[in-house]
DNA sequence: CGCGTTTTTGATCTAACTCAAGCTTTGTGG
DNA sequence: CCACAAAGCTTGAGTTAGATCAAAAACGCG
């Protein structure tokens, strides 16, 4: 296939043209179909884009050349935040559905006036961050079953903050690109999900998830799952600094 | 041990008192010693702070009672950004070391003439959400080598980046911590180390680090490592949005 | 209706975890 | 100053969760 250090042509999908480009409704508007490259890992980028509807996968390829998937946009949610060190951007940017987004530019939000303000910026940004940590968090213990309780739960709590039903939903996004951004094998997330299904957390239908038992998934994602912790370890183990200079 | 909801009184180490309270050198500036906090989780910060001297490392403890550290902060770099999102912070911040940092208030930020302006914070963030990035991409695919390999990497170019010499370093940190970081058990990361030891890549001596082949390290962390890679796949596997609404 | 893609399920293998024990360094007190 | 305690580090043996390999079933599309 294509060669590592290469950035751009990726194969895509056969019935969708390939096309980095996409349609401007106006000035700072854009509209991606399902595929289209929002912006591409090194590209210049002309400020950050506010997601009004649809979906966007955020991802890097490795000098492997393995994807990985860094996060998963929702309406309402920010884009382009990687190039905010320097201006370029550090993943690329696709659309998993039918996807409008609107641009502001720094200049804009250091001005003020445009769409989004310094200290808000400042806000959406510092809450990322408390995001990605909740990420890290989640990949370094590494029980599938709390990855996905985790990614379902996460996933129902930011449709609730949108107000659409937090209990019945239809996933953008495929089964690899569950177990990619994860950190997990395909097949052990489809286990993993049957798994949930036998215990009556949730129904599946293909990409169409029913959350049975929210409050279940949240204890299993916690970990605080079950009856007893394994353990009795359930204390503060470590705590200080520990070790000399 | 303490119970799992308690965020205060941690057992700290015998010599040195218990105090979240710090010397004040002047108005903004701080002096922490080691184990010594600096906030911790659920506090409302003052603002940020940029450490001048000494390490500090960034924890949060889970519903299950583990810590789970997300980042070791050392001269130059900015605590506190965990609270940008509503103003109490996310984590605890305690000192590994004999530690100097400075506050800048939010409203300084904004209003500007304080030490740190919007667009730089802005800039800053986007870095540390990139570098977050980075840690997730390594904390997904989970060979401990490659972690191991990534965080000396790391830690020598963020000593570089700083003037300090990049191949030889005192570590602030406790092998449990680096484990608790990079998702291992501390077994595993004594082990990894002892291979590394063994492959010439460094030399150890408690804490104290010598890289004799640095890159060797980024060639392991990278995963390109040795010679032709295990099965071809060296290529972009999948790139586009796959499936159906 | 057949082909390609996605999802599911099964069997085996392995990297890392856990438990366990010994060793080294640092700090404490007689 | 030396002995002892505590914390940190290292190494060994056995177990296990999840990866990998393999194949089949479900669904969508032309």
Redesign the pocket.
Known sequence: MNNVTQLSPVKIRS?HAFQTQHKKTNSNDSLLHRGDFLYRMGDKLKGIYVVNAGAIKLFRITETGDEHITAFLMPGDIVGLDALEDGYSRSTAVALDTTCVSLTTIENVLKGGGGISSAELIQRMGSTLNRDNDLIMILSQ????RRLAWFLVDFSDRLAARGISPAEFTLPM???DLAVFL??????V??E??RFRESGLID?N??RFYLLDIEGLRQTSSGCDEIAPK?VTCGVKRAAA???A
Do not use: D, K, V, W
């Open positions: 019935h590494r029980t599938a079953e495929s089964r690899t950190g997990l094998a395909l097949e052990t489809c286990r999900l049957a599946i293909r990409r353990t520990g070790g000399y």
